[in-house]
């Protein structure tokens, strides 16, 4: 399957929010240290502060469709934030105003939110318009079942979507409506393989919700993997796609 870019208000939402609200969490435990308000003698006082920001991390991913929009500067400086605690915490280097170890948090959570915000963001977080969003469309392998034993050869697909649907094997963008779940053009697998399936009486102003095309099994076991992309072939976010493993004798 194409490379997973978790994103937007699916799967991925919820993670990058809890990263987001950890890592203000952590860098905010840096500050107080610092500023002596907060105590951070040993691992112990380490594992306090992780259990505080893990809790508030938690609530935070209520908010995760708009608190994970922050991932592309939060988690480098979660990742900066985290590792000044714990050198701290097992060396005797203190967190202080003056001292280099703060020095250096701040210089890298600078640097680090600045440089790595785009390539995070749009690897982590992608805008609609580079990587288009699904809502309610899902995919399901009709034919064959997941477990199911084929004879070797050609055997026949059959894919449905349900929420969208299916055009022709590929579009221009163009020619497409502005639902990227409509007219979409499937992506398939098999095994680590990209097949190239053919299947007609499809087209952009008429749809289909259903379609059979013919792969080709070689004796052994099989995952064969479908994905519901646009029509164009740009993956969706999140991913809509299902996956069953056969057996061919």
Known sequence: ????????????????????VIGVVLACAVVLVAAGVLTL?????????????VSLGAIGMLGREWISEGIGWALPVAIVALLTLGVAAWTRLGIAATSPLFAGFLALALVGGVVLYGPLTIALHPPADLLPLSHDATLTIVAPADGETLAAGATNVVVRVDGGSIGPVHSEVSDLGDDPEEAGSLTVFLDDRRVDPTW???????????????????????????????????????FVADRVDVTAR
């Open 1 to 20: 399957m194409s490379p997973i870019l978790l994103a937007h208000a699916g799967p991925g939402s919820t993670w990058q929010a809890a990263v987001v």
């Open 200 to 238: 007609d009486g499809c087209t952009v102003a008429a749809p289909c919700d259903q379609v059979t095309f013919p792969v080709a099994l070689e004796p052994g076991t099989h995952r064969l993997t479908v994905e519901l992309t646009r029509g164009d072939g740009t993956p969706l976010a999140p």
């Open 41 to 53: 003698e040993g691992p112990a006082d380490l594992i306090a502060v992780m259990a505080v920001a």
